[in-house]
């Protein structure tokens, strides 16, 4: 069934998780240890969950508790881009960018939680 870094959902949240490490290295100095660790985590958590929950799938309980961590993280990050958009820190424009993303890996994830067979 290939690697998880074959997954297209996999592929999507890394991108856009490194898409979000970039912008946020201009993030003021005072929330580097508040918003700009913790959107860079929950980013980074839902690749990280993702691909434990692959290589868990031949256990389908564990493969969907971690799949909904990855969910989880998912909405986390959606929290924190709309905190930096309202600090100012991120543009109307980077922010739609980027919530579209961040709803598109979840669709997936969701598609992926209600399917599960199709990775067992």
């Not at 998880?4 to 856009?16: G, H, N, P, S």
């Not at 959606?78 to 600090?87: M, N, Q, T």
Request: proline residues 2%.
């Amino acid at each position: 069934m290939g690697d998880y870094k074959d997954l297209i959902v996999f592929q999507k949240a890394y991108r856009l998780a490194m898409d979000i490490f970039e912008e946020s290295k201009n993030f003021p100095p005072g929330e580097r240890y508040s918003l700009t660790d913790q959107i860079r985590r929950s980013s980074r958590s839902v690749c990280s969950n993702l691909a434990e929950a692959y290589r868990k799938r031949r256990y389908k309980a564990h493969f969907l508790s971690k799949l909904s961590d990855s969910e989880t993280e998912n909405t986390e990050t959606e929290v924190g881009l709309d905190f930096s958009k309202d600090c100012k820190y991120l543009t109307s424009e980077k922010h739609a960018d980027f919530i579209f993303r961040n709803a598109e890996v979840g669709k997936i994830i969701w598609s992926m939680i209600n399917n599960p067979d199709k990775f067992i």
